[in-house]
Nanobody
Framework: QVQLVESGGGLVQPGESLRLSCAPS????????MGWYRQTPGKGRELAAT???????GYADSVKGRFTISRDNAKNTVYLQMNNLKPEDTAVYYC???????????????WGQGTQVTVSS
């Protein structure tokens, strides 16, 4: 059973940056889309950024221009570079990987445990 391990969250002041990382504890047979979601009590869970296996990216309007999603296919790792952070970026961030595990015919979504990002002065 592969698990996704997240790191990089923390407490920062407005305008500062963080870089989140997410990598599986094991290996997948194949990986398709990867992404980052964030969840707050007020907004629920929303998609912040996504990246396809080919490297095409998409962003929520609220983060576009400030966040950059990337992936290292050799390491099966997805990153979220968050610049110019704002208080409204405060949330629990969850990585998501659509992948196929060894020995199974279908892909499914795997989720990280979540990492807290707090932006406050």
């Amino acid at each position: 059973q592969v698990q996704l391990v997240e790191s990089g969250g923390g407490l920062v002041q407005p305008g500062e940056s963080l870089r989140l990382s997410c990598a599986p504890s094991g290996t997948f047979a194949s990986i398709r889309d990867m992404g980052w979601y964030r969840q707050t009590p007020g907004k629920g869970r929303e998609l912040a950024a996504t990246i396809t296996s080919g490297g095409s990216t998409g962003y929520a309007d609220s983060v576009k221009g400030r966040f950059t999603i990337s992936r290292d296919n050799a390491k099966n790792t997805v990153y979220l570079q968050m610049n110019n952070l704002k208080p409204e970026d405060t949330a629990v961030y969850y990585c998501n990987v659509n992948a196929r595990a060894w020995g199974v015919p279908r892909t499914r979504d795997y989720w990280g445990q979540g990492t807290q990002v707090t932006v406050s002065s």
